[in-house]
């Protein structure tokens, strides 16, 4: 486990194998060198001038699309090409960099979606598992934004489901290309794009020579002919990104442009889809950052019974709460990207799948308190807040909804889980007294109130001693999550799968012992090298880290309970008595008998 | 030595008050006339004289009562004497008009309403003739030909016996009544129960019994059947068939319409109604079916709606082979999580709460339907029809079990509509 996922090492931890790699992954928080910060300094500049100068989401917004030459300022900055390599004209930016230019493209939704849509997913096919010769074809004008590209997986009649894609790719008489005849919704920058990842079904003769059918990724081109697009949806929010069908009849695709392998394109698919989430951590952050400077003006001088808004025990608490979520998603997000620049091919689905998460219910919540703080304000188009609103709705939504992406990392984690603990749980159940015993003992020590030190703090530590607190609050979470977690694969095993309501609770601890993780480890590096105003990271760190406690073990103890205490059974029992008739059904209460 | 046993015969009597009803009234025991009875009732105790004497009172004018109706019923010369009144009342159609009208002529008749216990006995008997037996109107009518404050009782003795039983159980009665139709009393049944017989008389408790359960009752039935049955065999068939499909997904189709026409050739001809009901879940059940499999068009079976019985037929398969029954998921199947954990540990005892009702063993059902007729050469027809949106039924053979029985018994008893009778205390269930 050359990168263990953050969940599975908090078990490995808790197993006391491995314990100081799962340690070092996350502490200290990573750091780039100078020479990359300078770097990055420098790009940093022209882009956010570009922003605040040329960029006017207002007009973006009203017209549903975005100018042509604030499109043509931005391939000039060469960000159509962030992660490409220089080798092939991109700028070669790694993870961190990356997330750092986010922060301020996230400043226009319309803008970073059509960017994302782009880079984070039209064109990672080919630069994840694409050959030289591909890379070396289509990199270059996509780099510099000559070409535009599309991510192209959503049908009528399939979302994450790969057996319900009916788009189907043929292969030739001569073996030499392929028919491509299907149709394509919702797809990002579907009208402007000329390069499109589509992926088809095709069919696979076995090993065992029967016929198969198999997901298949293709690049093509607008080019190769038969690629039509729809009119663009007009949508609530990021509504300048362009977003719209495209159908391909009889698009002939040569056998070249097939990205890795026929019949591998489930693999290629999950590979572009794991690799694009992380971005969105700081991405919400920077919006967010941003938020918080334009209420917090407004707060300062608005004046209501002669006193300031600011001065408002009830608007204080949103800002608090919008800079610790603030402060979290960052950590998570920079972690997480530091984590994929190691060197390696280092495997950080999960955790960018929970600053995914994480950020996206976020930006929701800071976004609607930030409106609050406004008032009616908030509410007009006149004031940029309704689109900040609407835009960042489609978080939660798009590149996989918060509720699947939960299902991945609770199932993720679940199943390394399983893997170290099945030996002892079937030895349990096979009436092994030794194990049962030490089962027993434990958990006789937990009630007595036991003491966890899995070495965070103290001697040898790795948490600065200022937040010793919130490091043994996550000292125990972690612990008990372990407890836990053994006890729900002792229940439910392998069927723990069709459990998505306990699932869902597995993932919140485990994006919350992430979020703590990741809070402290930063918040440590900030005092250990005197950053400015280190002692109010300590504060936001605390603050998260008491909240996340209590809900964490909330949440636990809602998973050792059995459905019917824990609410779970009434909850599905409601749900389908609704929707077996498919209506709200209680009586009016209007309504009389007699 | 007369006096002796006379003496001690009323002291007998002064135990039971049914017994001493006799004793008084009893004209034919010579024992209790003459001097002697002066001379008992001095000895007997004071108590049970008392008593005697107002039951002796209540009793007389009961008694006396009586006699002038059995009088009247020997000059009508008939013993249901009001039947007549309604056969008057009536010139044309039996309606609430003439309902009312009969009732309306027995109050004009008499102004202390004589025989009422009579009249409204029968006037509930008449109800379903006339068809008014569900409307509350009507009962608060019958109500309304009792006359008013003289069973009220007035003290607490009266209050403690059951005062005026005949008429407090004639009241009871038009409850019952209006109980078994299910009809809900209303304020001004209550009103009336209160002039008539007074607080805490046994109608006013089993009005209140009403509105205490009816309420609770009204809607427990979470498959409501419709008050009024459609007529038309088509629509009859809809909803009998989306009442038991009970999935809303489910596409009722109408293969064909009934139609009587004349052919060229001057020959009538009958065609029958088809109504069929499919799922999509059954539709995809059925396309995964092994065609090599035959299904089975099996029926008719019976369901009730209210009063009215109708026929369906099913199509099903046989229940699939345990091997095949387990469905593999593709691990390339989601392209977001794992659908299926690779552990060897399965759900432990005490997590197990599912037991399956829908999987049943006679096998998965794929379409249903009701057709004016039962033979195969009807239902060959619906078959035909569901192979259009069913290719895979084209290649499947097709097996028809029929069973004849209930078709004969509905042939017997009524035409299309499958109106049947029904013995009375079943019929009452149904009302409730």
């Known amino acids: 486990m050359g990168s263990a996922a953050a969940l599975p090492q908090e078990l490995l931890r808790l197993q006391g194998e491995g314990e100081q790699q799962g340690r070092e992954e996350v502490f200290p928080y990573p750091e780039i060198s100078n020479e990359e910060l300078e770097e990055i300094n420098q790009f940093v500049g022209p882009v956010e001038k570009f922003f605040s100068e040329e960029v006017d989401s207002k007009k973006i917004d009203q017209d549903a699309k975005i100018p042509p030459e604030t499109l043509k300022g931005l391939k000039n900055l060469g960000l159509f090409g962030m992660q490409i390599p220089e080798e092939y004209g991109g700028l070669g930016l790694s993870n961190t960099m990356y997330a750092r230019l986010g922060e301020i493209i996230s400043l226009d939704g319309s803008v970073a979606v059509t960017l994302a849509a782009h880079q984070a997913i039209g064109l990672k096919g080919i630069l994840i598992a694409g050959t030289d010769e591909q890379k070396a074809k289509y990199l270059p004008k996509l780099a510099s934004g000559e070409h535009i590209a599309a991510f192209c997986l959503t049908e009528p009649g399939s979302g994450s489901d790969a057996a319900s894609i009916q788009t189907r790719a043929t292969m030739s008489e001569d073996g030499k290309s392929f028919l491509l005849n299907g149709s394509k919704i919702w797809i990002s920058n579907g009208g402007l794009a000329d390069i499109f990842t589509v992926f088809a079904r095709t069919e696979i003769v076995d090993n065992d020579g029967a016929k198969k059918d198999k997901i298949t990724a293709f690049i093509v081109e607008r080019a190769f002919g038969g690629v039509t697009n729809g009119k663009p949806e007009d949508k609530l929010g990021i509504r300048g990104s362009n977003t719209c069908e495209v159908h391909f009849e009889n698009t002939k695709v040569p056998v070249e442009n097939v990205i890795g392998e026929v019949g591998g394109g489930f693999k290629v698919a999950m590979n572009i889809l794991n690799s694009g989430r992380f971005s969105m951590g700081s991405a919400s952050a920077g919006m967010i950052k941003k938020l918080i400077e334009m209420t917090a003006e407004y707060a300062c001088t608005r004046k209501q019974f002669n006193k300031k808004l600011s001065d408002f025990g009830l608007i204080q608490e949103k800002f608090t709460l919008m800079a610790v979520k603030a402060y979290v998603m960052e950590s998570m997000a920079y972690l997480t990207a530091g984590m994929m620049d190691r060197p390696g091919v280092p495997d950080c689905s999960v955790e960018a799948a929970m600053v995914k998460v994480f950020s996206s219910e976020g930006a929701w919540i800071c976004v609607s308190e930030a409106l609050q703080v406004l008032g009616g304000l908030g509410y007009m188009k006149d004031y940029p807040y309704e689109r900040y609103l609407r835009d960042s709705r489609v978080l939660l939504i798009f590149e996989g909804t918060n509720e699947i992406l939960r299902m991945y990392i609770a199932l993720t984690g679940m199943q390394y889980a399983g893997r170290i603990l099945t030996g002892k749980i079937k030895e349990m159940k096979k009436g092994n007294v030794g194990v049962a015993l030490e089962i027993f003992v434990n958990k006789f020590r937990d009630s007595m109130g036991r003491k966890v030190d899995l070495g965070l703090v103290g001697k040898d530590g790795v948490a600065h001693p200022s937040l010793e607190e919130s490091s043994k609050k996550l000292e125990e979470n972690i612990y008990y999550f372990g407890t836990t977690v053994e006890g729900l694969l002792r229940r439910f095993g392998k069927t723990i799968v069709d459990e998505q309501l306990v699932l869902k609770r597995v993932a919140d601890v485990s994006i919350n012992l992430y979020a703590m993780t990741a809070a402290i480890s930063r918040a440590s590096r900030s005092i250990s090298i005197g950053l400015r105003n280190h002692d109010h990271e300590v504060l936001l760190t605390n603050i998260f880290c008491t909240e996340a406690y209590f809900k964490n073990n909330y949440a636990m103890a809602e998973l050792e309970k059995y459905a019917a205490e824990n609410l779970d059974d009434s909850i599905k029992k409601v749900a389908q008595q609704v929707l077996e008739k498919r209506a709200y059904i209680c009586s009016h209460p209007l309504e009389r008998t007699f | ?432």
């Open chain 2, 1 to 432: 030595m007369n006096g002796v046993r006379n003496l001690l015969r009323a002291r007998e009597l002064s135990a039971g008050r049914g017994v001493l009803r006799q004793a008084l009234l009893g004209r034919d025991r010579p024992w209790l006339q003459g001097s002697s009875c002066a001379q008992s009732f001095w000895l007997v105790p004071v108590r049970s004289i008392r008593s005697s004497a107002a039951l002796s009172h209540s009793e007389l004018v009961h008694s006396a009562r009586g006699d002038k109706e059995k009088d009247r019923g020997f000059r009508d010369g008939s013993l249901v004497p009001f039947d007549e009144l309604f056969e008057r009342a009536h010139e044309g159609d039996r309606n609430k008009a003439a309902f009312s009208r009969a009732v309306e002529l027995f109050c004009q008749r008499d102004v202390r309403r004589r025989g009422h216990i009579e009249f409204i006995n029968a006037a509930l008997r008449k109800m379903p003739e006339f068809g008014v037996e569900r409307d509350l109107d009507v009962y608060n009518k019958i109500l309304d030909v009792f006359p008013k404050e003289v069973f009220v009782p007035r003290n607490f003795i009266q209050r403690m016996f059951n005062h005026y039983p005949r008429q407090q159980e004639c009241g009871i009665h038009v409850l019952e009544q209006m109980e078994n139709y299910g009809i809900m009393p209303n304020k001004q049944t209550k009103f009336l129960l209160l002039q008539i017989f007074g607080e805490k008389s046994h109608p006013i408790r089993k009005y209140q019994r009403l509105l205490y359960w009816f309420p609770k009752f009204k809607h427990i039935n979470p498959y409501p059947v419709p008050a009024a049955l459609p007529q038309d065999p088509v629509d009859l068939a809809r909803i009998s068939l989306q009442r038991i499909a009970a999935d809303l997904s489910a596409k009722v189709t109408v293969y064909q319409l009934p139609l009587t026409d004349i052919s060229d050739a001057g020959k009538e001809i009958t065609q029958l109604h088809i109504v069929g009901i499919q799922s999509p879940d059954q539709q995809e059940l059925l396309a995964r079916h092994n065609p090599s499999r035959p299904v089975f068009v099996e029926g008719p079976f019976p369901l009730w709606l209210k009063k009215t019985c109708v026929y369906y037929y099913v199509l099903r398969g046989e229940p699939l082979p345990p091997e095949e029954k387990e469905e593999v998921i593709d691990s390339e199947r989601n392209f977001y999580y794992p659908m299926h954990l690779d552990l060897d540990l399965d759900r432990d005892l005490w997590d197990d709460e599912e037991f399956y009702v829908d999987e049943v063993v006679e096998g998965p059902i794929f379409a249903m339907c009701m057709a004016g007729a039962g033979d195969q050469a009807t239902l060959a027809k619906w078959i035909l029809g569901l192979q259009q949106t069913n290719p895979i039924l084209s290649q499947t053979p097709v097996v028809f079990h029929l069973t004849p029985g209930p078709r004969e018994l509905q042939a017997a008893s009524d035409s299309e509509s499958g109106e049947e009778e029904i013995p009375q205390s079943w019929h009452m269930k149904q009302e409730l």
